[in-house]
């Protein structure tokens, strides 16, 4: 069997740390059981394997940096070792079996020695699985987080081991369980007079990277506009008063902004653009990214043909994106070919910002928290309003102020009337 080699699980990927392992020499591996932790520059994501057999040969420790291509393990037969056929194929061409049709005539012997030599493999083989729930390690985390009993799970998977879509339909706790070690690990308190050096991981050193391109080559510029965000909280209060509250796949504010910046950008295409050498690459999907913090940094998976998605469909895209991304459950392609990105710092109550574009898309929208302030209603007099500044950051050599301007009247629009996006 081949070695197994670092992947390149990102577009943008070189190299990658192996966070940990989740098998150790010597275990049985299925093709499609998690064998390790990856971080890779975008996110940490579980990998699983593409062989069977038996880990023999772990080569890179945890913690360790790969280069994409360089081996890891190596995976084999039972007695098989890198550079080296299987056990069972070595022992094909022994002396004793290849003479045997021509010194031995008799025909029963054969028989008689196969069964007893098989016999005690398969015995060893069913052993380790009596008495235990056979899962895979993604059933098995999926099962922890949300409180579900695997005994009372009926696998679908090869001799009955539970996998993950026989988890689909069990019921889980009221709440999933919270994952317990992130939240109370707090960052180490440096002593006064001190300082502590801190590696980048592999996601913070291309998030440095990237951004340190983007704002180097790319000529920024800025625009902002205010909406009144009353209508908004008010076709909200309407659903929680309609039951939506109590819905898991409730639509939040952030939802209707997505929904219209995808609109917006159907209405003024040239917004979803990116600037290539001597042209302008104008997409006909607009496939949108979605700015997700987690602890390691800033990932932005990608709703794709959003254009063709309904309000509801987008909100219940971003929520499972956004679930996977935080659980490191996110396929590789899920964060590429974005072609337009919206960063939401609202609930982090940040009133206004400025957003780095991620190349090579042309514009990210930077959302802020909606404010109650003094505003002056039509009868020219001073009334308590809701407010919410929105700004938008825009490659020039792709986006002129008067397209940029002409996008941003029109989210303008749909967000003050955002009945409209439900039709």
């Not at 006064?192 to 990237?210: D, F, H, V």
């Not at 109590?246 to 995808?262: C, G, R």
């Not at 949108?288 to 469909?313: F, H, I, W, Y």
């Amino acid at each position: 069997m081949p070695e197994i080699q670092m992947p390149k699980l990102s577009d943008t990927m070189t190299e990658g740390t192996l966070v940990s392992w989740k098998k150790k020499v010597g275990d049985k591996v299925s093709s499609g059981e998690v064998l390790a932790e990856i971080e890779t520059d975008k996110a940490t994501m579980e990998w699983e394997s593409t062989e069977d057999g038996i880990l023999q040969k772990i080569y890179v420790e945890e913690g360790d940096k790969v280069n994409v291509g360089d081996r890891i393990a190596f995976i084999g037969e039972e007695g098989e070792q890198p550079g080296q056929k299987a056990k069972a194929e070595t022992e094909k061409p022994a002396p004793a079996e290849a003479k045997e049709p021509e010194t031995a005539p008799p025909q029963e012997k054969a028989p008689d020695k196969k069964p007893a030599a098989k016999k005690p493999e398969a015995a060893a083989e069913e052993k380790p699985d009596t008495g235990r729930i056979k899962a895979s390690p993604l059933a098995r985390k999926i099962a922890t987080e949300k409180n579900i009993d695997l005994t009372s799970i009926k696998g679908s998977g090869p001799g009955g081991r539970i996998v993950e879509k026989d988890l689909e339909s069990a019921a889980p706790a009221e709440k999933p369980a919270a994952p317990k070690t992130k939240p109370a690990v707090p960052a180490p308190a440096i002593p006064a007079g001190e300082s502590a050096r801190i590696n980048l991981t592999g996601m913070r050193k291309i998030i440095a990277e990237r951004l340190s391109q983007s704002l180097g080559p790319i000529p920024h510029f800025y625009l902002n506009i205010e909406i009144n965000a009353e209508p908004l909280l008010r076709v909200r209060a309407e659903l929680k008063s309609a039951g939506e509250e109590d819905d898991a796949s409730k639509l939040t504010i952030n939802d209707f902004i997505l929904k219209a910046a995808v609109v917006a950008a159907a209405r003024e295409p040239r917004v979803n653009a990116s600037f290539e050498g001597d042209a302008i690459v104008q997409y006909g999907d607009i496939n949108l990214g979605v700015a997700v913090a987690l602890d390691e940094g800033l990932v932005t998976p990608v709703v794709r043909q959003a254009q063709t998605k309904s309000l509801r469909e987008i909100s219940a895209a971003v929520k499972d994106l956004a679930y996977r991304a935080r659980h490191k459950r996110m396929k590789p392609e899920e964060f590429q070919g974005g072609t337009l990105t919206a960063s939401n710092l609202g609930s982090y109550g940040i009133d206004y910002f400025s957003a780095v574009i991620n190349p090579p898309q042309a514009i990210i929208l930077s959302i802020g928290a909606i404010v109650r302030q003094p505003v002056v209603n039509e009868a020219s007099a001073i009334v308590a309003g809701y407010r919410m500044k929105i700004g938008m950051s825009c490659d020039h050599r792709v986006v002129d102020g008067a397209i940029g301007a002409n996008y941003l009247r029109t989210l303008r629009q749909l967000l003050e009337n955002p009945s409209l996006l439900l039709i």
